[in-house]
């Protein structure tokens, strides 16, 4: 019998408006290059037209993760990328997923994937489309754990796959994104115990404790 305790159930993510304020407190917008009032007029609209339980994002070509990142926060503690992941910002969305264009876009039904936790990205990326759904982007992840701390919990983190960084000969790095919590080991350093983590995995590997963010579709 596992150890690990079981999952805490999510609330619904806060409204559009409210997601929008949190984004515009935490000076997204400025990393964007929006207005304030541009990002509020979209979620503004975005609500009118009833939409619930969405998640807010910008396209990460105006706010990359490397910016994001530091913004997480675990109680005191906040968040960074691993030391050796300098080509953060490099990881795009894989082909054949559909981003829209603008500086902006919603993301329904998003979910954690706790239920294909000990799967590989290699395992878990044909699953989600066979289930019609799309792997969050490394931002969009992000996104999520700024409005919704409470997806990033021991025991039960996730992937973002994707976002993948394709080789100069084409072919994709074996890296896949991840966002968890750190131990404080290693190279994270004892003073970044418990904080929120940008890190990579291996796309053959399984780990117990990562699951696959996704989302039932973009707009």
Request: aromatic share 6%; glycine share 10%; proline share 7%.
């Amino acid at each position: 019998m596992s150890d690990i305790a079981p999952a805490r159930a999510l609330l619904p993510l806060p409204s559009p408006t409210a997601q929008a304020e949190r984004l515009v407190e935490l000076g997204v917008h400025e990393i964007a290059g929006l207005d304030a009032a541009e990002l509020r007029a979209f979620a503004e609209e975005a609500e009118g037209a009833g939409e619930r339980d969405v998640l807010l994002t910008v396209h990460p070509d105006r706010a990359p993760a490397s910016a994001l990142a530091p913004l997480l926060r675990r109680g005191d503690k906040a968040g960074f990328v691993v030391v050796d992941m300098t080509d953060v910002d490099d990881f795009a969305p894989l082909d054949g997923l559909t981003v829209p264009d603008g500086p902006l876009h919603l993301l329904s039904a998003v979910d954690r994937g706790d239920d294909m936790a000990d799967w590989s990205p290699d395992e878990a990326l044909p699953a989600l489309a066979k289930r019609g759904r799309t792997p969050l982007l490394l931002t969009e992840g992000i996104h999520w754990v700024l409005q919704q701390p409470a997806a990033l919990e021991r025991n039960h983190c996730f992937m973002a796959i994707g976002s993948r960084l394709r080789k100069a000969d084409g072919s994709l790095d074996a890296r896949t994104p991840a966002i968890w919590i750190s131990n404080g080991t290693g190279r994270d350093g004892r003073e970044r115990r418990d904080a929120p983590k940008v890190g990579w995995c291996w796309a053959g590997n399984r780990h117990t404790w990562l699951g696959f963010g996704s989302a039932a579709g973009r707009a």
